[in-house]
């Protein structure tokens, strides 16, 4: 009797990575972030409405954040978000990641020292102005105290831009270590790679010190 061998087939395969695929979702999951902004600033459903879709969203996006970190963070780099180049791991906070060349692996490195050795002061520009104005707002909302919402945009923008904008520029400073280490969500920088965050903090740094600015000039009574 003749026997047909056939060759053996895996019992499973990968699912084939789609670069457009992953990209369009990072930019669509990165979009809750502007979103959550909006609201918090525009309260398109009054204050406390607002308020509270915010936060639903600013912590309900973590379950989304997450789970596309972790699905493709072994298949994209880091730093610049391609997944077409050769990589190499590297370890931030005890996770695994995947840079490509090593310029991409420098500047993360760079990156991460700097945040390490200054995270003081990143957490006070974010987080002061953030708790502040979240303060206000539900004080505004409940009428619990009257503080006036232009000047509570302007404190919440102009400190959070400066912040966000000297970051984008001065990482650069930092040391190319050989470990890496970030005290911040690292989800929302993996969304877009954080050379395309760190653009985005520079160019929205720049509209929002604009717009304070202007702001300030006209309540002083200046012509800018």
């Not at 789609?18 to 525009?42: C, D, K, M, N």
């Given at each position: 009797?003749?026997s047909?061998?056939?060759?053996a ?5 990968p ?13 669509a999951?990165?979009?809750f ?7 918090f600033?525009?309260y398109?459903?009054?204050?406390l409405p ?14 989304l954040?997450?789970?596309?970190m ?6 994209r ?18 996770k695994?990641?995947?840079?490509c060349?090593?310029?991409c692996k420098?500047?993360?490195l760079r990156?991460?020292?700097f945040?390490?050795?200054h995270?003081?002061l ?5 987080f002061?102005?953030l708790c502040w104005y979240?303060i ?5 909302g409940?009428?619990?105290l009257?503080?006036?919402p232009?000047?509570d945009r302007?404190l ?7 912040t ?7 990482y650069?400073?930092g ?6 280490v970030?005290s911040?969500?690292?989800q929302?920088?993996?969304?877009l790679g954080?050379k ?6 520079r160019y ?5 010190i604009a717009?304070?600015?202007i702001?300030?000039?006209?309540k002083?009574g200046?012509n800018?």
């Amino acid at each position: 009797m003749t026997s047909i061998m056939f060759p053996a087939l895996p019992l499973s395969r990968p699912p084939a990575l789609r670069p457009l695929r992953v990209h369009l979702t990072g930019i669509a999951l990165f979009l809750f972030i502007p979103l959550v902004l909006f609201l918090f600033l525009r309260y398109p459903f009054e204050i406390l409405p607002s308020f509270f879709a915010a936060i639903a969203i600013m912590f309900g996006h973590r379950f989304l954040a997450i789970p596309f970190m972790e699905r493709y963070r072994n298949e994209r780099c880091l730093w610049c978000g391609r997944t077409s180049r050769p990589r190499e791991p590297l370890a931030v906070s005890g996770k695994e990641f995947q840079l490509c060349i090593e310029k991409c692996k420098t500047n993360a490195l760079r990156f991460f020292d700097f945040c390490r050795r200054h995270r003081t002061l990143i957490a006070a520009g974010i987080f002061l102005p953030l708790c502040w104005y979240v303060i206000t707002m539900l004080g505004n909302g409940f009428s619990l105290l009257s503080f006036p919402p232009d000047w509570d945009r302007f404190l919440f923008r102009f400190f959070i831009a400066i912040t966000v904008f000297s970051i984008s520029f001065l990482y650069r400073t930092g040391t190319a270590a050989e470990s890496a280490v970030f005290s911040f969500p690292i989800q929302n920088l993996f969304l877009l790679g954080i050379k395309n965050t760190l653009l985005v903090f520079r160019y929205v740094g720049i509209w929002w010190i604009a717009v304070s600015l202007i702001f300030l000039s006209r309540k002083l009574g200046l012509n800018l």
